[in-house]
């Protein structure tokens, strides 16, 4: 049961170009969404993040969106870098009791074209 | 400050062996979780402990796979009797409590030849 999916397993954009990464999920009980980059051989970066009370989060060239209705999240960067290359992962939280643990969908590698 | 640390970096091990992999957290933080990635998929989470005790195991499977995070030292993922379905890259992550953002490690690659 994929609860985080993630269709697009790649995108590739032109360097100054918009890139979107979009993912889904179907628990409603989560109330939190993060986005991690991970490049080759090292761990998952933070972000950005979004609170379920919140439909937009800006930061610098980042910028996540919430659409709460449609279970939809996406992640803007504008403009894209090469050094933006890398596999994106969109994480949702679900807070039970004491527990707090992301669901990670599958990724999305980007490539960033100069 | 160093990051979450976990080693060894590389492990590898051939069928029917244990293979042991280390997690310091960030200093202060005090949960930790283990993640499994295997080749061309996400990351599956496997547990969930704080200091001395497993908070959420529901991730990792019921036979040959422990996990530890001592009232001192590392958490310790254990894997006993190793298969080549194992192969894959486990992360450690950390948090303080309270916060929502997990801080990973750059993991360990198992390899079960």
């Known amino acids: 049961d994929q609860q985080v999916k993630q269709n697009s397993p790649s995108l590739s954009v032109q360097e100054g170009r918009i890139s979107i990464l979009n993912c889904d999920y179907t628990?409603?009980?989560?109330?939190?969404f993060l986005w991690y980059k991970k490049y080759p051989a090292e761990g998952p970066t933070f972000l950005i993040s979004?609170?379920?009370?919140?439909d937009k989060n800006e930061d610098g060239r980042f910028t996540v969106f919430l659409n709460k209705s449609a279970k939809h999240l996406s992640l803007h960067i504008v403009p894209s870098q090469p050094g933006d290359s890398a596999v994106y992962f969109c994480a949702a939280r679900r807070v039970s009791g004491s527990a707090r643990q992301l669901t990670f969908g599958s990724g999305t590698q980007l490539t960033v074209l100069p | 400050n160093a990051g979450v640390m976990q080693n060894p970096r590389h492990l590898v091990r051939r069928r029917g062996q244990e293979a042991r992999l280390r997690c310091s957290p960030m200093k202060g933080h005090s949960h930790v979780y283990w993640y499994r990635q295997l080749p061309e998929e996400g990351l599956k989470f496997m547990v969930y402990l704080q200091k001395e005790n497993i908070i959420d195991e529901s991730g990792m499977p019921k036979e040959r796979f422990s996990a530890e995070f001592p009232k001192e030292g590392p958490s310790i993922l254990r894997i006993q009797q190793v298969v080549r379905g194992d192969s894959a890259a486990y992360f450690c992550a950390s948090r303080d409590s309270g916060a929502n953002v997990l801080t990973f490690g750059a993991g360990s690659r198992l390899t079960v030849l």
């Open positions: 979004i609170s379920s009370i919140k």
């Open positions: 628990n409603s009980m989560f109330d939190y």
